[in-house]
């Protein structure tokens, strides 16, 4: 088992950044890839970056390509999304998940373990 709590989440201006935090506890938390999802009211969670179990392995959704940043630090069971330039439309809560394989996959289906989520909202 695999145990995951976001954290850094808030309300910030259009333009602004904030960085978000995933701690994990319990099995292995190195040797799985982590990934960021957010679901905005009324719609699909969608699929925002993951980074494998090295650190060095990263993919990206092509509507956040350029703005946000995945990051983890082994040693401190932590990832890290770095979200710049926001804008209104990033309004969502966002989850990380682990998976059970170290590839850094979009694949909802392949995260099996979910924190329960930290809501950003911004403001225009």
């Known amino acids: 088992q695999v145990q995951l709590v976001e954290s850094g989440g808030g309300l910030v201006q259009a333009g602004d950044s904030l960085s978000i935090s995933c701690v994990a506890s319990?099995?292995?938390?190195?040797?799985?890839?982590v990934a960021w999802f957010r679901q905005a009211p009324g719609k699909e969670r969608e699929f925002l970056a993951a980074v494998g179990w090295r650190g060095s392995n990263t993919n990206y959704a092509d509507s956040v390509k350029g703005r946000f940043t995945i990051s983890r630090d082994n040693a401190k069971h932590t990832v890290y999304l770095q979200m710049d330039s926001l804008k209104p439309e990033d309004t969502a809560v966002y989850y990380c998940?682990?998976?059970?394989?170290?590839?850094?996959?979009?694949?909802?289906?392949?995260?099996?373990?979910w924190g329960q989520g930290t809501p950003v909202s911004v403001s225009s």
């Open positions: 998940a682990a998976s059970t394989s170290s590839v850094p996959s979009s694949r909802q289906v392949l995260y099996r373990y």
């Open positions: 319990g099995r292995t938390f190195s040797v799985y890839a």
